[in-house]
């Protein structure tokens, strides 16, 4: 109980996303390596101290409020009532374009609190590549191993942005996610195909971590969100709470990144698509829409059973 009140310090200095911007605290470009990107808050720990950063990390407004707690639980009611209508768990079916099974996910993915973070990392032109739910039941055994996502997206340059959203709080007990700080700046990791039954990622893909000492767990209220770099390791333990933890992730990216693998399609949520490097994405109409649904397939499928190399050994 100490440790997590000390975690909960505040800074001497409330956090200031334009201020911190303007004075070069957060990345002013697409120059990644120019600062410690973890979190939507793009900040230096050293100048609140570790405990009151890990505060920050998680609760801090830098980090953003897209929906009130209310409107998040009504989040997770619609997905209660997505698998009730096709007889099986969210996890088997909402991932890598899980936004084109019901309109009201384009909606959350057009988030200003979301784009108005991402504007500040990454431009003003925006494209949504994908989205995955991540829900992990009461006394779940399903985690995710540390990865990074860049292992298998197919981009270049690796510029994409994941907005983690909480539909329901997160934390330590029940699986939240973890981050290793500092991970973005390294190069591509070998990843390990495991095809663990109770790993949440499609191919149990693994980095082999030593010294996790270093990790943050991002806990988030309803409605909060994060964002972590494609190449930032990160994953998140087992739920030992009775409760449901469920989040969903948004994959963003500037509209100057490609695919490396072929010609793929995704939206424009912000500015103007001036590279034409993606197709459309055909938005749902109306729930399970039978065309964005059957699109939404074919990219899992793809995803989850195709020949992909790793992004380390292209």
Do not use: C
């Given at each position: 109980m100490a440790e997590q009140e000390q975690n909960r310090t505040e800074p001497a200095t409330p956090f200031r996303?334009?201020?911190a911007r303007k004075q070069g605290q957060v990345a002013k470009s697409?120059?990644?390596?120019?600062?410690?990107?973890?979190?939507?808050?793009?900040?230096?720990?050293?100048?609140?101290?570790?405990?009151?950063?890990?505060?920050?990390?998680?609760?801090?407004?830098?980090?953003?409020?897209?929906?009130?707690?209310?409107?998040a639980a009504a989040c997770a009611?619609?997905?209660a009532s997505y698998e009730a209508k096709v007889g099986e768990s969210a996890n088997r079916s909402l991932k890598?374009?899980?936004?084109?099974?019901?309109?009201?996910?384009?909606?959350?993915?057009?988030?200003?609190?979301?784009?108005?973070?991402?504007?500040?990392?990454?431009?003003?032109d925006i494209m949504l590549f994908g989205a995955s739910i991540f829900s992990k039941g009461g006394k779940d055994r399903a985690y995710v191993s540390w990865h990074q996502d860049s292992a298998y997206f197919g981009l270049d340059p690796h510029e994409e942005i994941t907005a983690w959203v909480a539909f329901t709080k997160t934390t330590a007990e029940n699986g939240a996610l973890q981050v290793l700080p500092g991970t973005h700046r390294g190069p591509d990791l070998v990843h390990e195909e495991t095809f663990a039954p109770d790993n949440m990622l499609a191919r149990g893909q693994s980095l082999h971590i030593a010294d996790?000492?270093?990790?943050?767990?991002?806990?988030?209220?309803?409605?909060?969100?994060s964002?972590?770099?494609?190449?930032?390791?990160?994953?998140?333990?087992?739920?030992?709470?009775?409760?449901?933890?469920?989040?969903?992730?948004?994959?963003?990216?500037?509209?100057?990144?490609?695919?490396?693998t072929g010609r793929r399609s995704a939206t424009l949520v912000r500015g103007v698509d001036r590279y034409h490097h993606w197709?459309?994405?055909?938005?749902?109409r109306f729930d399970l829409d039978p065309v964005a649904y059957g699109a939404l397939r074919a990219a899992w499928g793809q995803y989850r059973d195709g020949e992909v190399k790793q992004a380390a050994e292209a």
């Open positions: 996303w334009e201020e697409l120059d990644f390596n120019s600062a410690v990107l973890v979190l939507a808050m793009i900040s230096v720990p050293a100048l609140y101290g570790r405990s009151a950063w890990r505060r920050l990390a998680a609760r801090d407004a830098a980090l953003g409020l897209m929906v009130d707690p209310a409107a009611g619609r997905i890598i374009k899980g936004h084109l099974a019901m309109p009201w996910l384009v909606e959350l993915a057009r988030s200003p609190a979301i784009l108005d973070r991402l504007e500040d990392l990454i431009g003003p996790e000492s270093s990790a943050v767990t991002i806990a988030l209220e309803p409605g909060e969100f964002l972590h770099h494609e190449r930032t390791a990160h994953g998140s333990k087992q739920n030992r709470t009775a409760a449901p933890r469920i989040g969903f992730a948004f994959f963003y990216l500037p509209t100057h990144v490609r695919s490396t197709d459309p994405d055909p938005l749902p």
